[in-house]
T-cell receptor, first 115, second 110 residues
Framework: EPEVTQTPSHQVTQMGQEVILRCVPI?????FYWYRQILGQKVEFLVS????????KSEIFDDQFSVERPDGSNFTLKIRSTKLEDSAMYFC?????????????FGEGSRLTVL | EDQVTQSPEALRLQEGESSSLNCSYT??????LFWYRQDPGKGPEFLFT???AGEEKEKERLKATLTKKESFLHITAPKPEDSATYLC???????????FGIGTKLQVIP
């Protein structure tokens, strides 16, 4: 069964450092997303990406965050200068037809710990 | 702004003891209500999408229903492997984002 894969599974970094989280969405999917979940809190939308551009972003997704699809398979989330409050589980998701089809396929997540 | 409230926050059932989880929502034009299952340390796993009031969907021991203000996830004769956090989420308007509730953590005791 096709799946969304994310790397690394866990990253520990120092405050102020840059972090890149990587995702390989399901191959025939066209819509890509990043969500995050701070421990014990809700899953929160960060950004959606379609046709090589951001289609929507939340208030959380400020200038410290960026996304990129550098090639035909990878989808990355970059945090330029990490803060303590960026510590969370980051989930990549994809879907073939956008949310009209309903189902988001999530990866296993990348746990980011900022010290 | 879309809001999703789930209750109870935690539920402990004996194996075979049926129950329901509640999700109440406030949106400006519901396009879809979703149920996901999340195991500890994992990403959410899709269960159901409901689009309009009166709609029902079933999968094994789970049945999801939808009204204009809330959705229920009914669990019939649960087994220990049904233990997980169940997340409710909504999509509204012309937006690409999905708004999640905090979830109900279900524990099924053998």
């Amino acid at each position: 069964e096709p799946e969304v894969t994310q790397t690394p599974s866990h990253q520990v970094t120092q405050m102020g450092q840059e972090v890149i989280l990587r995702c390989v969405p399901i191959s025939n999917h066209l819509y890509f997303y990043w969500y995050r979940q701070i421990l014990g809190q809700k899953v929160e939308f960060l950004v959606s990406f379609y046709n090589n551009e951001i289609s929507e972003k939340s208030e959380i997704f400020d200038d410290q965050f960026s996304v990129e699809r550098p090639d035909g398979s990878n989808f990355t989330l970059k945090i330029r200068s990490t803060k303590l409050e960026d510590s969370a589980m980051y989930f990549c998701a994809s879907t073939e037809q956008g949310l009209a089809a309903g189902e988001l396929f999530f990866g296993e997540g990348s746990r980011l710990t900022v010290l | 702004e879309d809001q999703v409230t789930q209750s109870p926050e935690a539920l402990r059932l004996q194996e075979g003891e049926s129950s329901s989880l509640n999700c109440s929502y406030t949106v400006s034009g519901l396009r879809g209500l979703f149920w996901y299952r999340q195991d500890p340390g994992k990403g959410p796993e899709f269960l159901f999408t409901l689009y309009s009031a009166g709609e029902e969907k079933e999968k094994e021991r789970l049945k999801a229903t939808l009204t204009k203000k809330e959705s229920f996830l009914h669990i019939t004769a649960p087994k220990p492997e049904d233990s997980a956090t169940y997340l409710c989420a909504v999509n509204s308007g012309g937006y690409q984002k999905v708004t999640f509730g905090i979830g109900t953590k279900l524990q099924v005791i053998p």
